[in-house]
């Protein structure tokens, strides 16, 4: 089945679904990798994604515009942050468990709200069209790039300046590191916490828009399938590091898209299997990290703490 368009063609299939399901994981692990970096983890992530799927498509659905969907589930994603932060202020309170139940409470919030939406149809964001070279009808979707991708690219490389090059990337830098030196600078670390989370939990959100706008571009209660989850274990495989989080988007996002582009061009075996390729990824990456005597290159201090 694969003789139709050779063994390049099976690749770009691959490449294709690498970019179009990696797409969401770019957008939630750099913004918990920006959260993660000023020293609080968000494991609410999950549900900033299936609030802003919800609130995305019901915005574009009333506005019949699907751009003021992605805008308003970044605003989602602010809030969730907000609330985030606001939590965890306290030094008492765990920012895991804060996170877990956010993620229920959005989740359940979402699903509430979103009942009167599975039907509809809501517009959906364009994309570009990277395959007009190829004759092959499989190959000219594979290349279909979603405009919120280049978007994602964009964000790679500033926030990596900002974090490295700029007073605010120090400031969140040494927040993460320590709250003691951050204090000793001049720095309040609560309020560095509470934009990072925010900002972090509005990217977040934005992922959750490409879901529903985009890939698989509807809306129903099974539509993230844990990725906010594990965007926080292709954060750490990352190393903290914004272009990192960019590459390994790429391979979980190949890992999820392998057993639909391998159905695509014909092959059918084993589809199961490697469905569950990201969640094999996932487990191996956090077994592989963990150590009890070692700290992991990159991360933030106030973790070792």
Same mark, same amino acid.
């Given at each position: 089945?694969?003789?139709?368009?050779?063994? @390049?063609?099976?690749?770009?299939?691959?490449?294709?679904?690498?970019?179009?399901?990696?797409?969401?994981?770019?957008?939630?692990?750099?913004?918990?990798?920006?959260?993660?970096?000023?020293?609080?983890?968000?494991?609410?992530?999950?549900?900033?994604?299936?609030?802003?799927?919800?609130?995305?498509?019901?915005?574009?659905?009333?506005?019949?515009?699907?751009?003021?969907?992605?805008?308003?589930?970044?605003?989602?994603?602010?809030?969730?942050?907000?609330?985030?932060?606001?939590?965890?202020?306290?030094?008492?309170?765990?920012?895991?468990?804060?996170?877990?139940?956010?993620?229920?409470?959005?989740?359940?919030?979402? $699903?509430?709200?979103?009942?009167?939406?599975?039907?509809?149809?809501?517009?959906?964001?364009?994309?570009?069209?990277?395959?007009? @070279?190829?004759?092959?009808?499989?190959?000219?979707?594979?290349?279909?790039?979603?405009?919120?991708?280049?978007?994602?690219?964009?964000?790679?490389?500033?926030?990596?300046?900002?974090?490295?090059?700029?007073?605010?990337?120090?400031?969140?830098?040494?927040?993460?590191?320590?709250?003691?030196?951050?204090?000793?600078?001049? $720095?309040?670390?609560?309020?560095?916490? @509470?934009?990072?989370?925010?900002?972090?939990?509005?990217?977040?959100?934005?992922?959750?828009?490409?879901?529903?706008?985009?890939?698989?571009?509807?809306?129903?209660?099974?539509?993230?399938?844990?990725?906010?989850?594990?965007?926080?274990?292709?954060?750490?495989?990352?190393?903290?590091?914004?272009?990192?989080?960019?590459?390994?988007?790429?391979?979980?996002?190949?890992?999820?898209?392998?057993?639909?582009?391998?159905?695509?061009?014909?092959?059918?075996?084993?589809?199961?299997?490697?469905?569950?390729?990201?969640?094999?990824?996932?487990?191996?990456?956090?077994?592989?990290?963990?150590?009890?005597?070692?700290?992991?290159?990159?991360?933030?201090?106030?973790?070792?703490?």
């Amino acid at each position: 089945m694969t003789t139709d368009i050779g063994l @390049w063609g099976v690749l770009i299939a691959v490449l294709g679904g690498a970019v179009r399901v990696g797409t969401p994981f770019l957008f939630v692990s750099l913004g918990e990798c920006l959260t993660e970096r000023s020293g609080r983890i968000n494991l609410g992530l999950e549900g900033n994604l299936v609030m802003g799927a919800m609130v995305a498509y019901a915005v574009s659905y009333y506005s019949e515009s699907p751009f003021l969907g992605v805008i308003a589930a970044a605003g989602s994603g602010v809030v969730l942050g907000f609330l985030h932060a606001f939590l965890c202020q306290n030094k008492r309170v765990s920012h895991i468990a804060v996170g877990i139940a956010l993620m229920i409470f959005a989740t359940g919030l979402a $699903f509430f709200f979103g009942k009167a939406f599975i039907q509809p149809t809501a517009p959906r964001l364009p994309a570009v069209s990277l395959g007009l @070279w190829s004759d092959s009808p499989i190959i000219q979707a594979a290349m279909e790039i979603n405009v919120l991708f280049f978007i994602g690219i964009a964000i790679v490389p500033v926030l990596y300046f900002v974090l490295k090059n700029t007073r605010w990337g120090l400031m969140v830098r040494v927040a993460g590191e320590s709250d003691s030196a951050a204090r000793a600078l001049g $720095f309040d670390s609560r309020k560095i916490r @509470w934009a990072s989370t925010m900002i972090g939990g509005a990217m977040a959100s934005i992922g959750g828009a490409y879901l529903s706008l985009y890939y698989p571009g509807s809306w129903n209660e099974g539509l993230s399938s844990g990725q906010g989850l594990m965007a926080v274990a292709l954060v750490i495989f990352a190393r903290w590091n914004p272009i990192y989080c960019f590459f390994a988007s790429l391979l979980f996002g190949a890992a999820a898209a392998l057993g639909p582009s391998l159905q695509a061009v014909g092959i059918t075996w084993g589809y199961y299997l490697f469905n569950a390729a990201p969640y094999f990824l996932t487990l191996i990456i956090l077994v592989l990290s963990s150590s009890a005597d070692k700290t992991l290159e990159g991360m933030p201090g106030e973790f070792t703490r």
